[in-house]
Each structure stands twice: as C-alpha cells, then as structure tokens.
C-alpha cells in the first residue's frame, strides 16, 4: 500500500442484484439522446455527432432520498438507463462493444435546469448544472446474465403518481454500442465506467416533498424522495 498523506477516500460503489457491489471509475452521461427530448430543449431532432459530459463517481446515490440542491430553483428529473462496463479498452468495435457490458440499472441524471441554462447560453461548462452531490439516484445494478442486454422496452417517470416522463429504449437516438464504440475513441474506457444513456421527454420541475417513481421494463422501478 502506498503510504498517503491524508486518508484515502472511499472508492464510490453503487448496490448489485447479486448482492455485490459495483464500483464506480467513471460516469458518462450523453445529452438529447431520444429525438422528443431534444425537440422539448428547443434542439434539431436529426441525428448529429453524440456529446457527453460527466458526473462524478461520488455522485451516484442509492439511497432512495435526493437533498434539494442549494442554489437552484429548477431542479429536474430526467430518467435514463444506466449502463455499467466490466471492462473497457480503446477503439472498441461496435461487434464488441456489448461484450464489456456487466450490467444495467435504473437512474436519475438530476439537474439544476437554471444553472445549466446560464452555463449554456455564456458557453460555459454543464458541471454546475449537472454534477453537483448525490445527483445521480441510482438503483441497483442488475447483471446481463439475469437480464439480457436491454434494446427496447419502456422507460418512464411519474412524480407523486403522475406520469411525467414516457419512452422506450429503442428511441435512442445512440444506441448502446454506439455510445461505447464512440466513446472509446475519445478515451480510454475501464472496468468500472459508467454511462447514463440520455431521457426521453417529458422532462420537469420537482419540489421538496415530491416522490419519483421511475421505471424501465425489465429493471423494475426505482422509487426516490425529494427532501
Ligand atoms: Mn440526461
């Protein structure tokens, strides 16, 4: 062991049908990656170049409460399937790509819509809007093994039972193996990264006190409270 100045930190983990835990290196996340979403923000649906920015690891949090961020008064839900590798490389073909795929859960990429609006409109990066703590509720992981690599199938969100959000995953705009594919060619993709997939519309505003529901056939549901 490598004697430290001051104590390590933990490595962020997020929980594991198996029991196990996952642990997080990374976290990727694609923007308007189903075409009603990008339309809702006010983008063109057509299919241009992929984009992604990150969360930190610390960030994924399942423990089925969210803390209403401070300095924000336009926090939103956007649900998004999560997508945990096993391993990782450069380059990777998109014939390999599903193979370093361990698992897959669902997850929240909640943002401070207002923030990420100023950050947009002076060119600035999304971090503030996006990347701030326990941003990213998760539920847990749940192994290819059990479940088989999800292309399609519904995903949705309702706040306090209300339907908010509805999609399905063969919406995306990138697929799977195509966000892997590409994003290997940028950096170099390891056993622990993990990717947040993009959110259908239907994207909105949520409020102390409120309990998300969301769901993604196959994964069950992933219940969150705002306090
Ligand atoms: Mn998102």
Aim: hydrophobic share 40%; aromatic share 8%; charged share 20%.
């Amino acid at each position: 062991m490598t004697q430290t100045v001051i104590p390590t930190p933990a490595t962020p983990t997020i929980p594991t049908s198996t029991g196990a835990a996952f642990p997080v290196r990374r976290v990727y996340c694609i923007g308007r990656n189903y075409a009603a979403h990008a339309v809702e923000m006010g983008h063109d649906p057509n299919r241009e170049a992929p984009f992604f920015f990150q969360k930190n690891p610390d960030n994924l949090d399942a423990s089925g409460s969210f803390p209403y961020p401070p300095h924000s008064s336009d926090v939103h839900h956007e649900v998004e399937l999560v997508v945990a590798l096993k391993s990782g490389g450069n380059n990777i073909s998109l014939d390999d790509a599903l193979n370093h795929v361990w698992g897959y859960a669902i997850g929240l990429d909640m943002t401070r819509r207002d923030l990420q609006a100023e950050a947009k409109k002076a060119g600035r990066p999304w971090e503030i809007g996006k990347a701030f703590e326990r941003s990213a509720p998760v539920g847990p992981l749940h192994p290819v093994a059990a479940t088989g690599h999800l292309t399609q199938g519904q995903i949705s969100l309702a706040v306090n039972g209300t339907p908010r959000q509805t999609g399905d995953l063969n919406q995306m705009i990138w697929k799977v193996p195509e966000m892997i594919a590409y994003l290997s060619e940028y950096f170099e993709l390891q056993a622990g990264d993990v990717i947040l997939s993009g959110t259908p519309s239907g994207v909105g505003a949520v409020q102390r006190g409120d309990v998300m529901e969301a769901m993604i056939e196959g994964l069950g549901t992933l219940t969150v409270k705002i306090t």
